[in-house]
């Protein structure tokens, strides 16, 4: 089922090249929003549809994923810092409120340290902070497939067609339930591309690899959500990236963080209780309701 929130596609100019951005829902007020390690901005979808009428989202595609696979990006997430901070100045946008979830967490947070100037407040959802490698002692791949498991496992793979990459989604333990939410499924096929083998992820790996490293072990972009000056809220999942109980995050890991407990990685931005939280969280910031840390 196709989302109703209206939704275009903007093409921002870089000095790298041309970021899609995506323009969903409407409002008197603007959130820009970043996506996690593999997906795109349409993740934000349903997002969009819950704010509708409050504000717009704008969801730039990053460097390597979706319509923006073909831009470069460097290690250390600071090219997309500043492609976030440049989605705020193009967009002409005063101050908006800053949403990251999962690697856009990250992203999210060390924009803010970097262009302060650009952005009122900021919420991160299940991401941002620190966490425990599952595996410290192995290799980026190796790590971020036991961190993020199928997503990270499907970039190597080849689809006959849209319906098989969604079945393949639908086995995923904390997505895979999700798939009839409306926009869910439209955010899974934005990250498709055809080759000559068929359909595949859109997601550059060197890029995935270089944002994973970052997120796991960058001693900079572990500090920028503790060293914000804006008014921060952090969203927590209380179930992790395959649906087991105990989350991503540590519960300790930011002070005031805010636990959904019947919320997974996914679902936290996409539906349920997760989003019900995100959405009322934006409000808080939009309204000014949330103090400076």
């Given at each position: 089922?196709?989302?109703?929130?209206?939704?275009?596609?903007?093409?921002?100019?870089?000095?790298?090249?041309?970021?899609?951005?995506?323009?969903?829902?409407?409002?008197?007020?603007?959130?820009?929003?970043?996506?996690?390690?593999?997906?795109?901005?349409?993740?934000?979808?349903?997002?969009a549809q819950a704010l509708d009428g409050v504000a717009r989202v704008l969801?730039?595609?990053?460097?390597?994923?979706?319509?923006?696979?073909?831009?470069?990006?460097?290690?250390?997430?600071?090219?997309?810092?500043?492609?976030?901070?440049?989605?705020?100045?193009?967009?002409?946008?005063?101050?908006?409120?800053?949403?990251?979830?999962?690697?856009?967490?990250?992203?999210?947070?060390?924009?803010?340290?970097?262009?302060?100037?650009?952005?009122?407040?900021?919420?991160?959802?299940?991401?941002?902070?620190?966490?425990?490698?599952?595996?410290?002692?192995?290799?980026?791949?190796?790590?971020?497939?036991?961190?993020?498991?199928?997503?990270?496992?499907?970039?190597?793979?080849?689809?006959?067609?849209?319906?098989?990459?969604?079945?393949?989604?639908?086995?995923?333990?904390?997505?895979?339930?999700?798939?009839?939410?409306?926009?869910?499924?439209?955010?899974?096929?934005?990250?498709?591309?055809?080759?000559?083998?068929?359909?595949?992820?859109?997601?550059?790996?060197?890029?995935?690899?270089?944002?994973?490293?970052?997120?796991?072990?960058?001693?900079?972009?572990?500090?920028?959500?503790?060293?914000?000056?804006?008014?921060?809220?952090?969203?927590?999942?209380?179930?992790?990236?395959?649906?087991?109980?105990?989350?991503?995050?540590?519960?300790?890991?930011?002070?005031?963080?805010?636990?959904?407990?019947?919320?997974?990685?996914?679902?936290?931005?996409?539906?349920?209780?997760?989003?019900?939280?995100?959405?009322?969280?934006?409000?808080?910031?939009?309204?000014?309701?949330?103090?400076?840390?």
């Open positions: 089922m196709t989302i109703t929130a209206r939704r275009a596609a903007h093409l921002l100019p870089t000095p790298a090249g041309d970021l899609e951005v995506h323009e969903l829902g409407s409002g008197p007020a603007t959130v820009v929003a970043v996506h996690g390690i593999t997906s795109n901005g349409l993740a934000f979808l349903p997002l969801a730039p595609d990053l460097r390597g994923r979706g319509g923006s696979a073909a831009v470069p990006s460097g290690p250390g997430l600071v090219d997309h810092a500043s492609d976030v901070a440049a989605v705020a100045a193009g967009f002409r946008l005063d101050r908006p409120v800053l949403l990251g979830h999962s690697l856009g967490a990250f992203v999210a947070a060390l924009a803010a340290v970097r262009h302060p100037e650009s952005f009122g407040s900021l919420v991160l959802v299940d991401g941002g902070v620190a966490f425990p490698s599952p595996a410290p002692d192995a290799s980026i791949d190796e790590q971020l497939l036991a961190t993020i498991g199928p997503a990270m496992r499907r970039l190597t793979m080849r689809f006959p067609s849209e319906q098989s990459y969604l079945d393949f989604w639908r086995e995923h333990p904390a997505l895979g339930p999700l798939l009839d939410v409306p926009g869910v499924a439209d955010h899974l096929l934005h990250d498709l591309v055809r080759d000559t083998d068929g359909l595949r992820s859109s997601c550059v790996a060197d890029v995935i690899r270089l944002d994973g490293a970052a997120v796991l072990a960058d001693p900079d972009v572990h500090a920028a959500a503790h060293t914000q000056a804006l008014p921060t809220t952090l969203l927590r999942a209380g179930r992790g990236m395959l649906d087991q109980p105990g989350g991503l995050l540590p519960a300790s890991a930011f002070p005031g963080a805010v636990t959904v407990p019947a919320a997974n990685h996914y679902s936290i931005v996409l539906a349920g209780d997760g989003l019900a939280a995100v959405a009322a969280s934006v409000r808080s910031h939009i309204s000014g309701e949330v103090a400076p840390r």
